[in-house]
């Protein structure tokens, strides 16, 4: 995922929509969200989707705050696989495939398992969660139809 803020997909185009698109790739943990409030403040007439997994997630919560402060017009999809998982990968890479239960616990997010729906709430923002392709069509349609911040967590 490229760190710096994009302009729309064709996914994005296919809805009819024209939003301006941010991911935070594991290089760079903050590169999401803060970004993402220069975009719409910047370009209040598009929609901002921002793309985010659950460890990066957490070396900003606070910008969730900023968003429904401003009211802007952003919907987050929160990637949550309660994990490092890049930093899983990357003990394969370097040939440990099997590793043991401290370095396991070290790279595992999931105890306790973070409420992203309740945080979000916690800082103002609307927010579900969702485990099904079915559910998470309805919920991202609904946030690009709103206006002002959104959150779904995507459990995956
Ligand atoms: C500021 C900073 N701190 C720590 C790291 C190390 N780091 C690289 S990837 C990663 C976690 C990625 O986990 P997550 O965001 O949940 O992505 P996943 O691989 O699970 O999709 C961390 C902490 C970093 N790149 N930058
Ligand atoms: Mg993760």
Do not use: C
């Amino acid at each position: 995922m490229n760190p710096s803020p994009r302009a729309g997909t064709s996914t994005h185009r296919r809805l009819g929509h024209n939003p301006t698109t941010t991911s935070a790739a594991p290089a760079d943990p903050s590169a999401g969200r803060f970004p993402s409030a220069g975009a719409a403040i910047s370009s209040p007439d598009r929609k901002v989707v921002v793309l985010e997994s659950d460890g990066s997630g957490m070396y900003n919560p606070q910008s969730l705050w900023t968003y429904a402060r401003e009211q802007l017009d952003i919907v987050v999809l929160i990637f949550a696989n309660r994990k490092y998982q890049i930093l899983r990968n990357e003990m394969s890479n370097v040939g440990v495939p099997d590793f043991g239960p401290k370095a396991e616990s070290l790279l595992d997010i999931g105890n306790p398992a973070i409420d992203w729906v309740s945080l979000s709430h916690g800082m103002g923002v609307p927010a579900t969660r969702v485990e099904t392709i079915e559910d998470l069509d309805r919920d991202f349609r609904a946030g690009l139809a709103d206006s002002g911040p959104r959150l779904i967590e995507v459990l995956v």
